[in-house]
């Protein structure tokens, strides 16, 4: 299990592994939201929150597909099939690997990019806390939309079509955490609500996810 | 002891069965040389017994964890050198890197990245991975596709040497491996007669 | 004619945007169901011959 | 005989080739009769004309949330029993309930213009609506995508699973967001403000219309897939030979 992690770490920073491309995308998402909404503190303010999630959840819905599709394509999604894993522990460690790749810089990245957008300081540690939590589950989600699209040429439009829905109890949660911290100081709801979306994705989905790549290989 | 039996088993592709009522044990020590015209049905039966797909009727009994399959795709990672390739699925299977570069000639190789190696080459590397398995029946879908003859003469020494060691190997391949009591089976009496089966092998079936 | 008041544009409109789409499924749903009919009459047909 | 054998294809053709016309003829009697009876409704003292437009909202959300219900079930059926025919049921509801979510966002939209002053209003049942509407394309989509067929009934189904726990999911998170403008269910009975029976008679029977509607499209589209992939595997076997 953990060689897998390992490995999928290793290649995501080598060449041509596509690290920190996620990161460089949310960058110039966060760049190009004062040129559409324009640079006032009262216009961005409001709507910094939704922005970063957004952002992140773009970023990190950008580099799904490469979840499972390189193994499928070089073999080794048959050969990890067969090995003494089991396909739902091969689906976590993966989506594992994509999150730490990929979630784990956005999160980084965001306070910084909070400050572009002229996110006020009390909501920082709660943007940080809300991603911490609900990224995840992106990533999760993302590996079943990745499992269910794996064998399809065209697959990538159709993986967004797929996975954006189911990102929205997340994406409302998320939002609303970091809203109700700043506005009243108690976000124990949705913080409460989107603790228990992240643990029944990363609880639930892996089976379901190991269920479509099993189609995919026969 | 059978490392594999295989009773009365029928596979299908394409929601159609291919091949049906096939039976065969392999044992310790035994190789098995699937033969048939294209189509028929090879890859599909060695991809069921592999377990990457589901049988449509039929046994296959043999334990848990004792397949290493090997087909047309090495799964090998372009950014990795091959020894970390290999190490990797050493790592997963529990088995020994440093034999299993000998046995294929890649010990020069070892440290160049995937990526830069010649088609050959990879396929030597993606063979060398069954030693990393240490597992005891090989499945092989044409194995030695583009290996030279000096490649697929070191390739039938290490099947030698798999078998002569406990193992056992079934196997699709026009070539000649050099293996000294290899049976055959033809797939061809085999080949599924259309009609309408108790349980269906797919839309195909269901709707034929 | 019945007088549908002020609102008369949202009511039409409403009426007329639903009975479109439900027409438009109806048709779709037979005309697929025709296709395929034939399309299969044609190879039964071939089959016979 | 049990209830499966309906699940049979030759079986399943014979039988609602039976019910056939009796679906589409109770479908086009209710359907018309329950709208243009809507239609003659006299106006409401507060909403005026635009009234009339339940008698096609209320019958259409009710059955694009009945619809998935029923593609849930279908799909549950072909990944449990492995029964064809319900992966194609399954198959042959989505349209019609993507059809019958436009039409109740389209109405509720329409309706909303002169009531809220605005088109669109994210309202949670509105809202709830929108994302529905998605998980009908999504679904769709995937089966549009996904060449060979046994592989896309198996997606699909756990599509519809994990859909299914988002959708419900979507529409808490989605009122815990925005608690909204929308009327509560009018014909709840325990509400004090029930609907008239003037409103209500006709109601009813636009609603079984549109049930009886689906039912009758369900049935036709479903025989359309039982042909097509007849078809396919005439000619698989054609292929093989």
């Known amino acids: 299990m953990l060689a897998l992690l390992t490995r999928d770490l290793r290649l995501a920073t080598r060449a041509g592994g596509g690290f920190g491309l996620g990161v460089a995308f949310f960058l110039i998402l966060c760049t190009l939201v004062p040129f559409g909404v324009g640079a006032d503190t009262s216009a961005l303010r409001p709507i910094a929150p939704g922005i970063l999630w957004l952002g992140a959840l773009l970023a990190c819905l950008l580099s799904l597909d490469r979840i499972f599709a390189l193994d499928h394509e070089d073999g080794s999604l048959d050969l990890l099939a067969t090995a003494p894993l089991p396909l739902e522990g091969t689906v976590a ?26 996110l006020p300081a009390e909501a920082m540690p709660w943007l940080v806390i809300s991603l911490l939590i609900g990224t995840p589950a992106l990533s999760m989600l993302g590996a079943f939309g990745a499992a269910i699209t794996v064998g399809l040429r065209r697959g990538g439009l159709l993986l967004s079509l797929l996975v ?28 409460v609500f989107l603790a228990g979306i992240t643990a029944g994705v990363v609880a639930l989905i892996p ?8 189609v995919n290989l026969r | 002891m059978s490392l594999l039996a295989v009773h009365d088993l029928a596979v299908s592709r394409g929601g159609l069965r291919a091949v049906e009522g096939v039976s065969f044990t392999l044992n310790a020590g035994e190789a098995l040389i699937l033969r048939g015209p294209n189509g028929v049905g ?20 043999m334990a848990e964890d004792a397949v290493a399959y090997a087909a047309h795709a090495d799964g090998l990672k372009g950014a990795l050198t091959v020894a970390e390739n290999l190490r990797f699925w050493a790592q997963i299977f529990g088995g020994e890197v440093g034999a299993a570069l000998a046995a294929m000639d890649l010990e020069a190789l070892a440290d160049r990245p995937a990526a830069s190696l010649s088609a050959g080459q990879k396929r030597r590397t993606g063979l060398a991975r069954l030693l990393v398995t240490g597992r005891p029946l090989w499945v092989l879908d044409e194995p030695t596709v583009s290996l030279d003859a000096a490649s697929v003469a070191r390739f039938g020494a290490v099947l030698r040497g798999h078998l002569a060691g406990g193992g056992a190997a079934l196997m699709a391949t026009h070539i000649d491996l050099g293996l000294e009591g290899a049976r055959e089976l033809d797939l061809t009496p085999y080949r599924a007669r259309p009609g309408r089966a108790e349980k269906p092998a797919g839309f195909n079936e269901a709707f034929g | 004619m019945i007088d549908l008041g002020k609102y008369a544009g949202t009511v039409l409109a409403a009426y007329g945007i639903s009975v479109l789409l439900l027409v438009g499924l109806v048709w779709h749903s037979i005309a697929a169901n025709t296709r395929a009919r034939r399309a299969l009459e044609k190879q039964e047909g071939r089959k016979d011959a | ?20 016309p009796f679906a589409v003829a109770g479908a086009v009697v209710c359907t018309v009769g329950g709208v ?20 096609l909202h209320v019958p259409a959300a009710m059955m694009a949330i009945n619809i998935w219900v029923m593609m849930l079930v279908a799909s549950l059926i072909w990944l449990i029993r492995r029964h064809h025919v319900s992966a194609l049921a399954a198959k042959a509801a989505a349209p019609i309930g993507a059809v019958m979510t436009l039409i109740a966002l389209a109405t509720g939209a329409i309706w909303g213009q002169p009531m809220w002053g605005t088109w669109w209003e994210w309202d949670p049942r509105l809202t709830s609506f929108l994302i529905l509407l998605l998980f009908y394309l999504g679904y769709i989509a995937l089966w549009a995508s996904v060449e060979d067929v046994d592989s896309a009934a198996d997606l699909t189904g756990v599509l519809c699973l994990v859909g299914s ?52 499209l369900v049935l036709i589209r479903t025989r359309t897939e039982i042909r097509r992939r007849r078809l396919a595997a005439l000619q698989a076997r054609e292929m093989r030979a």
């Open chain 1, 93 to 118: 460690i993966k989506a594992l690997a994509h999150w730490i790749t990929t979630g784990l810089p956005l999160i980084a990245a965001a306070p910084l990019f909070g400050l572009l957008l002229h």
């Open chain 1, 164 to 191: 954006l829905p189911l990102y929205i109890p997340t994406l409302i949660f998320g939002t609303e955490l970091i809203r109700r911290a700043v506005a009243s100081g108690d976000p124990t709801t949705p913080l």
């Open chain 1, 207 to 214: 089976f379901a996810a190991a269920a479509a790549l099993r």
């Open chain 2, 42 to 61: 090879k890859t599909t039966l060695l991809r069921t017994i592999a377990g990457l797909q589901p049988a449509t009727a039929g046994l296959i009994e």
């Open chain 4, 1 to 20: 005989m049990s209830i499966w054998e309906y699940a049979n294809p030759v079986k399943f053709m014979r039988t609602s080739g039976a019910i056939l």
């Open chain 4, 36 to 55: 243009v009876w809507g239609f003659l409704t006299p106006d409401d003292f507060r909403q005026g004309s635009t009234v009339k437009i339940v008698f």
């Open chain 4, 165 to 216: 726990v988002f959708a419900l999911l979507s529409r808490y998170a989605v009122l815990f967001w925005n608690q909204g403008l929308h009327q509560g269910a009018s014909l709840s009975v325990q509400s004090g403000e029930r609907m008239s029976a003037i409103y209500r008679y006709p109601l009813y029977l636009s609603m079984l219309g549109f049930l009886l509607l689906f039912v009758a």
